[in-house]
Antibody, heavy 117, light 111 residues
């Protein structure tokens, strides 16, 4: 069965960076893009960025431009999202999601990133 | 960016009664391939979002048939024919027709 398993919760200080992983199983990793979505406490969902897992092409939200980097390791069937220059407003749950085309059919369990001094 | 506007934002429901959520987009969600990329997700407390409906009206495997999606262009609706206790949560519409993908504000369904 398809699964996306994310790395565990992180606590970071302002100005630091965090790297979250998303390991895929149950399907051919390079056949589907992976997106990252942020959900701040009590808020809606916000698109962060996307990676074409086949060729490594990426697109990022303007709201995160310059601070976010999404990569993948095809040998490990894993996608990564790194967010730098963290600030308190970045405290949120980050989800990875599989994209079959214009949608998200499977989601990871979410990774809570807490930014606090 | 395409703005997705849901209403209502809070929806008190009665068990066994129908419920309906509206979603409007600031641009048509018909893509150049002829498909309309409008999705509905359910997020129960403490859980990841779960897709219920894709391309306006296609129900995902395992989703009860009391959930249905309809609409076209810029106006879409999610209907629950008879609300059950397990339907409590927040429902989001999301468009995948234009970059970047965008979500509605969410509608909280509570008994």
């Amino acid at each position: 069965q398809v699964q996306l398993v994310q790395s565990g919760a992180e606590v970071k200080k302002p100005g630091a960076s965090v790297k979250v992983s998303c390991k895929a199983s149950g399907y051919t990793f390079t056949n589907y893009a992976i997106h990252w979505v942020r959900q701040a406490p009590g808020q809606s969902l916000e698109w962060v960025g996307w990676i074409n897992t086949g060729n490594g092409n990426t697109k990022y939200s303007e709201n995160f431009q310059g601070r976010v980097t999404i990569t993948r390791d095809t040998s490990a069937s894993t996608a990564y999202m790194e967010l730098s220059s963290l600030r308190s407003e970045d405290t949120a749950v980050f989800f990875c999601a599989r994209d079959p085309s214009g949608s998200y059919d499977y989601w990871g369990q979410g990774t809570l990133v807490t930014v606090s001094s | 960016d395409v703005v997705m506007t849901q209403s209502p934002l809070s929806l008190p429901v009665t068990l066994g009664q129908p419920a309906s959520i509206s979603c409007r987009s600031s641009q048509s969600l018909v893509y150049s391939d002829g498909n309309t990329y409008l999705n509905w997700f359910q997020q129960r407390p403490g859980q990841s979002p779960r897709r219920l409906i894709y391309k306006v009206s296609n129900r995902d495997s395992g989703v009860p048939d009391r959930f249905s999606g309809s609409g076209s262009g810029t106006d879409f609706t999610l209907k629950i024919s008879r609300v059950e206790a397990e339907d409590v949560g927040v429902y989001y519409c999301m468009q995948g027709a234009h970059w970047p993908p965008t979500f509605g504000q969410g509608t909280k369904v509570e008994i």
